[in-house]
């Protein structure tokens, strides 16, 4: 006879199979694992919540992933790129109100130039907040002698989606070209590792040929590779993409929002102490999204103070939300959403992954 719902979330550790079971719980059911999951997010990080001011500062990319809004081959998006000015000012005003953190991102770009100018804007951030201000970065795969040179300028976090942990799936949503290699890109996860980041990874939900039982496996994957931080959130297509053709073999948006949901809520079961970003893809869908993220087990959010003129361009899927506001209306209707799911931004803390710091005592006491 299979575990019931009830059994399963007793157990130290999900196998494939009790999570592909919670994928699929409806009703009562799937209220009991939200039920779990609020209750061991309570029980690690209270009602916390960390904030971390994201800057999203060029939409030049020089890859061509299928599914994304400002892929190379995207002729039909403006390109722009902020200034240094613009950024600083932009980590200035999340400094100035007290968002603990901010995530630089852009499209991804290697080349020498490109790696120094992050290196002058890493110090430059480190500088105008006295070293306060937490920096997680999110600029794609690079080589070692860069992770490293970024982090020793100042990054201590850095996020990299593993996308999909199936190759197979991964090779479907990618050009099958050396830019694009699935192998690269979990070794940039071993390189971000050994360097000393906090690292992040995470995945689409609800992709074109993706399986519950590739979800599961993403859970396990990041299970597997100990990862200190997620994001993760419903894919959401994009007109001017290749994957738009599969647009009507998806999953309705509320159900992939729901699967989301219960990613989020399995994941915060099967790894207590990381940290999980409630995606900003999740208010695509639903005005409360990333709120409804955070109740049930989510513990960070990062608001967008990318200045508001650019933001219509960093269109990684359509309907991206909050695209006209100025940094300080998300503020300001953030900390009331929040209110009302009873978490609490944690002003001016870092908020850096617990198990992070755990895995570094476990490794200190070998
Ligand atoms: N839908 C949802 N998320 C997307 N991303 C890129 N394109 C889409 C899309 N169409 C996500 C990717 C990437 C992150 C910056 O945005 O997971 O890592
Ligand atoms: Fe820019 Fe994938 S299209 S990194």
Redesign the pocket.
């Known amino acids: 006879m299979k575990d019931s719902i009830t059994q399963i979330l007793k157990k130290d550790e999900l196998s494939r199979n009790d999570i592909v079971r919670l994928l699929a719980s409806e009703g009562e059911e799937r209220l009991q694992l939200f039920t779990e999951s609020e209750r061991v997010k309570k029980e690690n990080s209270g009602n916390k919540v960390y904030y971390r001011g994201l800057v999203e500062f060029s939409n030049i ?1 020089d ?3 299928y599914y ?1 809004g ?2 190379r081959g995207n002729k039909e998006v403006e390109r722009y790129n902020l200034s240094d000015k613009e950024i600083l000012d932009a980590a200035r005003y999340a400094y100035e109100n007290k968002y603990g953190s901010v995530v630089l991102q852009s ?2 770009l290697s080349n020498p130039a490109f790696t120094r100018r992050v290196t002058r804007l890493l110090e430059g951030i480190k500088k105008l907040s006295n070293g306060e201000l937490g920096i997680t970065i999110s600029l ?1 795969e690079q080589s070692r002698q860069t992770y490293r040179e970024w982090f020793e300028a100042g990054a201590h976090r850095y996020l990299l989606r593993i996308e999909a942990s199936n190759p197979e799936l991964y090779s479907k949503l990618h050009p099958n070209d050396e830019l694009h290699d699935f192998h690269s890109r979990l070794n940039c996860l071993k390189l971000l590792r050994e360097t000393g980041y906090q690292t992040g990874t995470g995945v689409m939900i609800g992709l074109p040929f993706q399986s519950v039982d590739d979800l599961a496996g993403d859970l396990l994957f990041m299970k597997e590779t100990d990862i200190d931080m997620v994001g993760m959130g419903p894919y959401i297509e994009h007109a001017s993409t290749p994957l738009k053709k599969y647009k009507n073999e998806l999953l309705p948006l509320e159900e992939r929002f729901d699967l989301s949901l219960k990613m989020i809520a399995i994941l915060r079961i099967m790894m207590k102490d990381i940290n999980i970003a409630a995606a900003t893809a999740l208010q695509a869908i639903d005005p409360m999204g990333r709120e409804k993220a955070i109740k049930i087990g989510a513990n960070v959010i990062m608001p967008n103070i990318t200045p508001g003129m650019y933001r219509d361009s960093y269109n990684l899927y359509e309907n991206k939300p909050c695209t006209d506001d100025s940094a300080d209306d998300c503020k300001g209707c953030l900390d009331a959403r929040l209110s009302m799911v009873n978490a609490e931004p944690a002003y001016g803390e870092w908020g850096d992954s617990k198990h992070f710091y755990r895995r570094q005592k476990i490794k200190g006491k070998r």
Request: neutral net charge.
């Open positions: 990319c890859k061509d992933c994304c400002i892929r499209g991804e794609g």
